[in-house]
């Protein structure tokens, strides 16, 4: 069975650039599959989805679309594609749902079929009471909305979706997610860009992890999490009792099975009253076995302990080992 | 013919049913856009000049068929050039479409064809408002089809010129557009003035021969007024050929450059 999205020793090598946008990236989406592309600005996420969506020219290397060449036949990728794009990009000379309407006649859905099919994909997207809005006149929730009820209408093989609740507040961000979750078991291969790593854990099956145009790892969000070297946490709030927190580190990795310390949080307390201070202990193997040696040692220093939890790295914390701390 | 071609040929024409649709919706402020500028011009050159005693009496009748040539070619041209210069910057309307499954260049060149179309529009508009407002039109007939031919290349000419312009135009120098381009283009296209007349002139009558609407004005006054002094059809006729193909081509060129990355 062909892949739903196939891209090998992809290159896009924009002309005025030094180095290449992407540059020998390969990864493959299974059919009905959530696949997060996530990386850094400028990793190369929107210039690979450009290429695939057909917006983009490639420089090297092969994309398809359920087994469509996309640089062969753009016609045909088109049509088996949709995109959500972070912009709003409808047509403000039409209402809502004549965006929905007139899409779908590009894609040669006939007339009875396209009503039918906007009249319910803009009450399944809660937009009923809407369709004929102002472009202008939506909300950015709405809008977004209607970008995803738009991209749905022709049945496309493969939803790509670029942060697709950038700017959403809670409750438009959950309804996007039930969304997307609604596609998975209805078979839509999805494809989501994302900066957004609690968002990327929860809907994607599997993530690829993209940095300077290469992929550098795929697999699901869990598998990823325990790769990490130090996966499990241990939180620690405690007053240092006089240790500055180079010492109070240096004290806590020398426990055995502590790969690192750090200070997410730094100090909580402002006058130096009762200064407590957070840690986040990254450990190996199982962290509940290290609640006692830690324990101990802080009791031998007379550190005063107010609390130790368990914790799990998270997608994030896999992102930020594989892409680093500098400033993109 | 494969799949791919027949429905690409379905979105082709489902794109153009979009911008038919829109210009319905919109017709009254479209046709304030296009009927103002001529009327007034034809107003003020045609009647009042005339009235006034400042324009010899026949000059109404050869600013007419200039008028006519103007709209066909000015409107086409702005028609196709401004909501481009738009859809490529803020609004990224367009994307919708060049999403569709047809070849983008049918795009561009439906973009050029429906400027086109309402150029053609805006012109024929004129020949019911031009005879109303002159009173009596002394034309000769038998040149109708041939004026309707340059009236009709005119209008292809100002949907090519407009595909180049709108996507060549960054929207930041869409303000100096009209200055730079459109002006000079009016004043420069003998719509107001015989071309072959120009001949004390010499500079001018230079100048004027590169503008495509030149050959408009030139070819609708020939054959609707063969007394006045005229460029030969033939000229027109090959120089709006001409300009049909090397615009068409430069703006499919500039319109894929904007469409793809």
Known sequence: MTAAVEVADLVKHYPKSTRNAVDGLSFRVRHGEIFGLLGPNGAGKTTTVGILTTRIVLTGGSATIGGVDVARDPVAARSKVAVVPQRVNLDRSLNARQNLLFHASYHGIGRSER???????????GLADKSKARIDDLSGGQAQRLMIARALIHRPEVLFLDEPSTGLD????????????????????????????????????????????????????TALIRSLPGSGTIDARLRPNGFDSDKLTGLLSDIPGVRRVEAPGGSTALDGVSPETELRLYVDGEPGSLLGPIAAKLHDNDITVSDLSLGSASLEDVFIELTGRDLR | ????????????????????????????????????????????????????????????Q????????????LVALQNTSFPLVLDFSFSREIEDRLLAPLPITWVAVEKMLFGAFRGLFAALLMFPIGLLMLGNVAWDLSGLPFAVLCMVLGSLVGGAVGLTVGAAVPPRRINIMFAVILAPLIFTGASQFPWAQLDQLRWFQVVCAFNPLTYVSEGMRGALLPNVPHMAPWVCLLALLGACVIFGALGIKFFLRRALD
């Open chain 2, 1 to 60: 013919m494969t799949g791919t071609t027949q429905s690409s040929i379905r979105a082709f024409w489902a794109v153009l049913g979009r911008d038919v649709f829109v210009t319905g919706r919109e017709m009254p402020s479209f046709l304030a856009q296009v009927l103002v500028q001529p009327v007034a011009l034809l107003f003020i050159f045609g009647k009042v000049l005339g009235q006034l005693g400042y324009t010899q009496p026949g000059y109404a």
């Open chain 1, 115 to 125: 009503h039918a099919l906007a009249t319910r994909l803009m009450e399944r997207m």
């Open chain 2, 62 to 73: 050869i600013l007419l068929p200039g008028m006519i040539a103007l709209n066909s070619f």
């Open chain 1, 170 to 221: 809670p409750q438009a961000r959950l309804f996007v997610h039930d969304r997307v979750n609604d596609l998975r078991s209805e078979g839509v291969t999805v494809v989501l860009t994302t900066h957004d790593m609690e968002e990327a854990e929860k809907l994607s099956d599997r993530v690829g992890v993209v940095d300077h145009g290469r992929m550098l790892t795929v697999d699901t969000p």
